[in-house]
Nanobody, 114 residues
Framework: QVQLVESGGGLVQPGGSLRLSCAAS????????MGWYRQAPGQQRELVAV???????NYADSVKDRFTISRDNAKSTVTLQMNSLKPEDTAVYYC????????WGQGTQVTVSS
């Protein structure tokens, strides 16, 4: 039974910060590439950040220098630290895992509004 469970979403003011976490179970976590996607109302789902099994990271241009993705293989978790948040960051954020198979979390809502 594979599970990816996101936490940390919520309401934050522009310029604020949030920390999203994803706890994985049922997979050999260290061999999976991990990522965060998001989907805003009326928009397609887009890649936000990825981290490979080896620890290499890549970001969407829209979040580069504001967001940081990291992983803790001992805890089977991946984290997205989001700073300097903007209203356009408002979306449902999804945790993603991929090796030979791929898995998705249920998503967590992030709302950036004054």
């Amino acid at each position: 039974q594979v599970q990816l469970v996101e936490s940390g979403g919520g309401l934050v003011q522009p310029g604020g910060s949030l920390r999203l976490s994803c706890a994985a179970s049922g997979i050999i976590f260290r061999v999976y590439g991990m990522g965060w996607y998001r989907q805003a109302p009326g928009q397609q789902r887009e890649l936000v950040a990825v981290i490979t099994s080896g620890g290499s990271v890549n970001y969407a241009d829209s979040v580069k220098d504001r967001f940081t993705i990291s992983r803790d293989n001992a805890k089977s978790t991946v984290t997205l630290q989001m700073n300097s948040l903007k209203p356009e960051d408002t979306a449902v954020y999804y945790c993603y895992a991929r090796a030979n198979r791929e898995y998705w979390g249920q998503g967590t809502q992030v709302t950036v509004s004054s």
